[in-house]
């Protein structure tokens, strides 16, 4: 049975950092892409960032790019999400997603607030 735990939510002010963790157990971690996805309330939930099984292939949509950075230790199971400037509007619950071929999983959350 795959399970994901997010970490390292919180409140932040705005132009501030974060780093969420997220750790897999039950499954072969290097072999699954590894994705962060976020929730606002009222709003779908939405890519924010994925990295291959290898770390090689990474994206990130157009709102975060050069502001989050996404990355993977295979040796201890864990992604990372390395959030700097962060702004009101990434405001969310947070979730990791672990995906290979058809199938997927994912955790519970982390809640992220941006706010003065």
């Known amino acids: 049975q795959v399970q994901l735990v997010e970490s390292g939510g919180g409140l932040v002010q705005p132009g501030g950092s974060l780093r969420l963790s997220c750790t897999a157990s039950?499954?072969?971690?290097?072999?699954?892409?590894m994705s962060w996805f976020r929730q606002a309330p009222r709003k779908e939930r939405e890519l924010v960032a994925g990295?291959?099984?290898?770390?090689?292939?990474?994206n990130y949509a157009d709102s975060v790019k050069g502001r989050f950075t996404i990355s993977r230790d295979n040796a201890k199971n864990t992604v990372y999400l390395q959030m700097n400037s962060l702004k009101p509007e990434d405001t969310a619950v947070y979730y990791c997603?672990?995906?290979?071929?058809?199938?997927?999983?994912w955790g519970q959350g982390t809640q992220v607030t941006v706010s003065s």
């Open positions: 039950g499954v072969m971690f290097s072999t699954y892409r």
């Open positions: 990295i291959s099984s290898t770390g090689a292939s990474i």
């Open positions: 997603n672990a995906a290979r071929g058809t199938f997927g999983s």
